[in-house]
Structure formats: C-alpha cells, structure tokens
C-alpha cells in the first residue's frame, strides 16, 4: 500500500500547504488505491476520476500563489445524497438514479474550496433509511475488517472509504445514528455536530428537522478540520443556526481532567452480553483514568426513543418523498393517466424499506391519527430534551454506547424490528439535536470486529467534545491495532 494514502487528513494538508507532496500525487495514489480495492468493497457508486484530478491541479496552483488551504489535497468521499454540480447524484435510489445534479451542496462547496478533493459519490442506504448499507438499490457496499459483514448505515461508502484508505474524509449524514454506527463498524470517528450547525442545502432531505451533514474520519483531528471548515450559518437553509463558531481544531486536549462525564444508567450495557458489557465498562474507566469524573445519570425518557423516532422520521420522509413523483425530475414510468403513472413510478423507483417508511408516516399524518401519534411524538422529543438539559447540569459529556454488537453479517437482520433496534443508543441524541459522536472503543465479537463508544455534548459544545474524544482516541489507540481484509 503507497504510504501517501495512510496519511491522515491534518498530514496530507501540512505537507501538501508545505511543498513537501503535491495534491496532485496525494489524488493519484488514492485513485490507484481505489482501482485496487473498491472492486472487493463497493464504497463508491461514481468515480469522479476527472474532476479529482483538476482539482488537485487547482489546489497546488492555489498553494503556488501562496495559499494556505486547510484541506489541501485532502482526499474526500461524498455520501451520494448530496448535490454535487454536474455529477450523478442518486441517494442510493432507482427512482434518482441517472440524476445529475444542477447545483452543489454547501458542505460539500465549503471542503472543495478549502483544498478538498471529491474522489467519488459514495454508498448509502436508500435516501439514508437504514442501518447497514443493505437498502442501497445501486450497489453492495462491505465493511473493510470482514467482506462477509456490513459496513453500517446509512454512510457505509463514507465510512468505509475511510477505514480502507479510499478517503481521508468521508462526508456522511446523520438522522438517527447514520454517521455514528457507521463509524463503530468501520473503526473511525463518526461526527455529528449540533443540528443547524452545518448546513443542509444540497442535502436530499429525509427527515428534514433531524438530518445533519458530519465527517467520518480515522482521528479526532481530522474530524475537528473538516468539522471547522463545514460549520457556520448559511442564508440559503432555513434551519441553519447564526450562532459563531468555536473553532474545534484548537481545543484538542490530551487528558480529561476537570471534565464530568456522565453515564446513562437507563442504558445498562448487561442485556448486550458479558464481552459486550465488558468492553464498554472498561471504556468508562478508561474515561476515569484520563482524569474525568465519571458519574450516573438519568434519562427517563431513553426507551422511548425508538418509538418517537419512528413516528417523526417516517412522517418528515412522506412529506419530502412526495416530490418524487415522475414529473419534474427522476425516473419516470409512464401510465394511462397522471394517477397511474404517479403510481408506477414509485412503485418501481423506491425499495421495500423506504415504501415501508412511507406508509407509516403518511398513516401518522393522516386525519384521526395525527394527534394521536405525530403530535404525542412531537412531545415526547420535547421531553428528550429537558432530560438531556436536567442531565447535564450534572455532567458536562455523556458516554453511552454507538451500537449494541459489531459488525453483522449480510442478511441477519431480515426484519424491520432488529434493524431499527440497532439505534437505539444513537437515536436520543439525535432527537434533542445534540453534537455526538463515536470514536474506536475496542474489539468484540469473533472474529474480532471493531466497536464505538459514543460521546455526546451540549448543544454547540461540538470543541469540548472533540477534544475530550482526541484524548480518549491517544490514550487507547484503538483505531491502530486491527488488520484490515484489504
């Protein structure tokens, strides 16, 4: 493997800002590692080969001038439910599938202008409803530590782009876990910041009040970069927060002294079983060890999450799906009459796992059952996020687990239940809008499989959570001490 691609994200734009590499040769030996690799993984759904390859060649005449960017050269992969100008945009659907995108998302516009460079769109579940990858209609995406074994989802192209060396970034996006269980799969940092923090513009929406755009990384620096050149308000999404940011990148710490971190007693890690519990019991003393004040904390509300969840989120994906109709852009199947033609083309565009997300939140919607179901679940998240508020006046991170096993193998989830049960950890955070994260806890399993501890702050507290997550991440090294399958 060429050494150019293991270089973290912070390394290559040093280096590449410094004259010592050029972004040119960065591109080039990630695009070899992908022709070598990508075959056996899957992470991409389109190579942008070209379009890499001019941008490196704009980076380092930028740099020439004397620029310095911050992601100079930095390879990324980009979740295919994000707009990119001029590229096949699919959100991992038939009914997008040979979609080009006419404008580019924020996100994604802010990383190609600090340096970045897109190597591919990458896999996803199905407009991001899933938990393995699986629901992806355009492709098979594998977790890099065992091809037998999903990556996670939604972002299992991102994430697993990152963990094999095909990307220094991947840019995922998070509704209920999507970029945090994805990362304990694949053994990186999974980050979602506070929702509003990053703008959603570009991003195809799934459930528009919880989606939001993070990095996948194989260290807290590199989230901490990608994170600071993302983060700030943008006029052209309606929930993008005009708040200033702290800059992450600065706050890195080595230790956790001073720090409270509380611990969910409601999320008792017993039930996962003896390795299990083991694990995430000695991630907690590992937190004590750095200097932190572990201590037990309350969510009442915790086991209601799933149920709020998939109330909410189904309900917002019927409203936004609705476009998706064979008028005005997509795949298009032709019928006797508009109301058949509506009807077959969705029939044949979305998968079983979106159709089902469909149906439950239009009967959530509909007449006699929306206050009984839609609006009790709009209270409930209120609910979620006084606990969370009355929780940390008792500490000042939570730890909790990012998912309940490691990676499984393809098809052992075959029904909705244990699929949406993967979340169960993740989802909370989600619905009080929370920064969270996962970064590489240890291993478990057998064979043994990477697993994330989740890390959660306050709302806008996205730099005191990264760098308690940076110490953590030095003291354990976690993310270093397993082979990959490729």
């Given at each position: ?36 690799t990508d075959d056996r993984l899957g992470c991409y759904l389109s190579r942008l ?86 629901n992806s209609a355009l492709g098979v995406t594998r977790n890099p530590y065992d ?331 976690y993310a270093s001490k397993a082979a990959l399958a490729v």
């Amino acid at each position: 493997m060429n050494e150019l691609v293991t270089r973290s994200a912070a390394q290559i734009a040093r280096d590449v800002n410094g004259k010592r590499v050029s972004a040119r040769e960065i591109t080039a030996a990630v695009l070899q590692r992908v022709d070598e690799t990508d075959d056996r993984l899957g992470c991409y759904l389109s190579r942008l080969n070209e379009l890499a390859l001019d941008c490196a060649q704009r980076a380092d005449r930028r740099i020439a001038a004397g620029e310095t960017l911050p992601l100079a050269g930095v390879p990324i992969a980009i979740k295919d439910n994000m707009c990119l100008r001029g590229t096949r945009t699919t959100a991992g659907s038939k009914i997008l599938e040979n979609w080009i995108a006419p404008y580019t998302a924020t996100a994604v516009q802010l990383i190609l202008d600090a340096g970045g460079i897109p190597i591919g769109k990458a896999n996803l579940d199905e407009f991001a409803m899933g938990s393995s990858c699986e629901n992806s209609a355009l492709g098979v995406t594998r977790n890099p530590y065992d091809l037998s074994r999903v990556p996670g989802g939604s972002s299992g192209g991102p994430a697993a782009a990152v963990a094999s060396f095909q990307a220094a970034i991947g840019l995922g996006s998070d509704t209920g876990g999507s970029i945090r269980e994805p990362g304990a799969f694949c053994n990186v940092v999974g980050f979602k910041p506070t929702y509003g923090r990053v703008s959603r513009y570009g991003l195809i929406a799934f459930a528009s009040s919880l989606d939001q755009i993070g990095p996948l990384t194989r260290t807290v620096e590199d989230a901490a970069l990608a994170y600071d050149v993302m983060a700030g308000h943008d006029p052209s999404d309606s929930t993008s927060i005009n708040r200033a940011v702290e800059p992450a990148a600065n706050a890195l710490r080595e230790d956790l002294k001073g720090l409270r971190i509380g611990v969910v007693k409601e999320f008792a890690t017993a039930k996962l079983g003896p390795e299990i519990d083991a694990l995430y019991k000695r991630a907690y003393r590992e937190l004590a060890d750095l200097g932190a004040d572990v201590v037990d904390i309350s969510l009442p509300t915790a086991d209601y999450g799933l149920a709020t969840y998939y109330l909410i989120a189904p309900a917002e994906c019927s409203s936004n799906l609705a476009r998706f109709d064979g008028v005005r852009y997509g795949l298009r199947v032709e019928g006797d009459d508009v109301g058949q033609m509506y009807e077959r083309t969705r029939a044949a565009g979305f998968g079983p796992e979106v159709k089902r997300r469909i149906l439950i939140g239009t009967y959530a919607l509909s007449s006699g059952y929306y206050d009984a179901y839609y609006v009790k679940a709009q209270k409930a998240r209120t609910m979620f996020a006084q606990d969370f508020r009355r929780a940390f006046e008792h500490c000042d991170l939570i730890a909790a687990p990012a998912a309940s096993s490691p990676a499984f193998e393809f098809n052992a989830k075959s029904d909705p239940y244990s699929m949406y049960m993967m979340d169960y950890y993740t989802i909370p955070m989600s619905l009080a809008g929370l920064p969270a994260l996962s970064v590489p806890c240890g291993y478990a399993g057998t064979p043994q499989l990477p697993m994330g501890l989740q890390l959660a702050a306050p709302l806008f507290e996205e730099a005191k959570l990264l760098g308690a997550a940076h110490a953590y991440e030095r003291a354990t090294e976690y993310a270093s001490k397993a082979a990959l399958a490729v």
